[in-house]
């Protein structure tokens, strides 16, 4: 069922106390349910006296009314984020036809004073018409309220607790990241001071390498020497001089 949203633009002074909306709950119900069987029975006693009864108590449910709907509000509210999606959805329909029907008490209300004031058959049977239809809605709206509460646990003590122990576990969980973060800090800061400090007493990986790189270059010295000696020492040979002047013998036969 698609509803026009709507809301009651009253913010009240004062804070709502919870598990408060059952109390409401059985007024809601009851009143119109009682008015409805005033009706009928002043339908054959037709006293002035019974409809002022019935007058009254729509009266009364104005104001129990307006008490479910700020009860109920406030009980929704807090159980909000524990609902799964569908529950969530049925709650909120649940707030929006609770609030058609706070919007159609007064209603009621002025159709009895108006049947009262013009004292015709008509007048009254159009107010038992509007009132039957009222009492079937408010009792779609009584068993959508019950399966909140004994399908889906709104406001249900058990989760109620189980709320508050979520709660301590984030706070709970807050204080160790906390101390998670000052931990690793601290272990930084010692981390980097280690090192530093021992700088002075400890030598080098360099300098503890280069007596050794010394010493295998002495070896391969030592070894390569005699190779050297015996390759005989290479030495430069004069090329001979030639007299070119002198005379070249001419063979003769």
Known sequence: MNLPVIDIPVKLPFEVPLMVHPIFVHFVVAIPVIVLLIE???LKA???AVSVTSLFLLT???IVYAGAFFTGKADGSHAFSLLTPEA???LKFHKLLGTYLVYAVPLLLLLKAGAMAIRRPWARNIFIAFLLIFIAVLLKQGKDGGELVYEYGVNVKPV??????????EFDIEDLKEELQKAKEECGEKGT???AAEEGNETSPSSAAEPAVSQESAEEN?????????VP?????????????APVPIPTH
């Open 160 to 169: 109620m607790a189980m709320q508050d122990r979520i709660d301590d576990m």
């Open 193 to 195: 001071a280690a090192p």
């Open 46 to 48: 037709k006293r002035p």
């Open 60 to 62: 009364l449910a104005v």
């Open 233 to 245: 020492a290479y030495r430069e040979v004069q090329p001979a001089e030639t007299n070119y002047s």
């Open 222 to 230: 030592t070894t390569s020497a005699p190779a050297e000696e015996a």
């Open 40 to 42: 009928l029975i002043n």
């Open 88 to 90: 969530k959805e049925e």
